[in-house]
């Protein structure tokens, strides 16, 4: 398992998370199984943002033992009184169901206590009125809960929060459909989606990927909004390689499942290279490195995908990119214009042209 670190909190996050989409399909004995598996496997982080109220003994029973090695983000504002999922900006409600959830847990903090699932700018002015803010923010004060997060599909929303509180984690649904304005939760434009990302690497601010999948919808041709298909490693590697990306979050629910999610750890680059989505991207995203590193590899040793991440974040203000740009080993100025680059990029991207560009820049 590979690990990334919070800037903001010094966590050591695994890259895959747990995401609990599924668990609640499974029968108690299997759902707790493949938790522990989970536990095993190297999966340190867990999102509790679940279908069903019954899933949380699950984890209680999973992980009460290991709970100082394990990381959760707890939702305020997913109300389960019902039983079922529910939403709510109601300060009272969510107070009476992270009580009910900190019993069920086995737990008496929180490691990230987010700010559940604001879409609209409305959302979060509500989420200030009726109380759910501050009771948050009381839970901090206390000690109950560690850290501040964020969750939301919606760039322009994400950017009002962040420029009016701290946040040290932020839940973004990111895949190739939703950046390319595909699917359900494809809010924002591929600019104002990678926004978000590099303003999230340039602060510090980690992201936990929900949704890397699209619902299933990009692993099935006949369903895919592409009319191909992409692998479960492929959606995976393309979250990771998004900046500030932390960790993904994918759904399991039985042991076979986590099994399958965890021999992404040990697969090789041909089967985690999503370059498959320059065929079917948009006019926009022409011409755009999405650091896919499909050019690799360059006869002169340099890390093209890197490179221009960091060139990306140095536009965008990032302070520490330039650093992180001198420290790799090779830098764009080596490059000889051998043209490889340029052949195998499936995005249109003039990487001779682009490392001109960079390495003028950085001078």
């Not at 895959?16 to 999966?43: L, M, N, Q």
């Not at 599909?153 to 895949?175: C, G, R, Y």
Request: glycine share 10%; net charge negative.
């Amino acid at each position: 398992m590979e690990y990334r670190i919070n800037r903001r909190t010094g966590d050591r996050i695994s890259t895959i998370g747990f995401g609990t989409s599924y668990i609640a399909d499974a029968p108690e004995k299997e759902a707790v199984e493949a938790i522990r598996r989970a536990y095993e496997g190297g999966i340190n982080y867990y999102d509790l943002a679940t279908a069903e109220g019954r899933t949380f003994p699950y984890f209680g029973k999973a992980l009460s033992d290991v709970r100082k090695d394990i990381l959760y983000q707890v939702h305020f504002g997913a109300d389960y009184h019902k039983g079922t999922y529910g939403w709510t900006t109601d300060g009272e409600m969510i107070r009476r169901s992270i009580d009910w959830q900190l019993r069920e847990l086995k737990t008496d903090y929180i490691d990230y206590g987010f700010i559940h699932c604001l879409d609209e700018v409305s959302d979060w002015n509500d989420y200030q009125k009726n109380g759910a803010f501050s009771f948050l923010m009381e839970m901090k004060e206390q000690g109950v809960v560690k850290y501040i997060g964020l969750s939301s599909h919606t760039p322009a929303t994400i950017q009002k929060v962040l420029d009016e509180i701290p946040v040290d984690m932020l839940m973004f649904s990111i895949n190739p459909g939703y950046d390319y304005q595909k699917g359900e939760y494809a809010k924002g434009s591929l600019d104002e989606r990678g926004a978000i990302c590099r303003r999230c690497e340039s602060e510090g601010i980690g992201i936990s990927v929900m949704k890397p999948f699209s619902g299933g919808q990009l692993l099935d041709a006949a369903l895919s909004p592409f009319g191909k298909g992409m692998t479960v490693y492929q959606c995976l590697q393309y979250a990771l390689d998004r900046p500030g990306v932390l960790t993904v979050l994918p759904g399991m629910g039985s042991v076979k499942q986590v099994e399958e999610i965890l021999g992404f750890c040990g697969s090789s680059e041909e089967e985690r290279d999503y370059s498959v989505i320059g065929s079917f991207k948009p006019a926009d995203a022409v011409g755009k490195c999405v650091y896919c590193n499909h050019c690799k590899p360059c006869p002169k040793g340099i890390d093209i995908g890197t490179v221009n991440k960091y060139y990306d974040l140095a536009r965008n203000g990032d302070s520490m990119a330039a650093e992180h740009y001198q420290g790799l080993e090779i830098h764009a100025d080596a490059c000889v214009k051998c043209g490889h680059c340029n052949k195998r990029c499936p995005f249109g991207v003039d990487q001779m042209k682009r490392m001109e560009e960079i390495s003028e820049y950085f001078k």
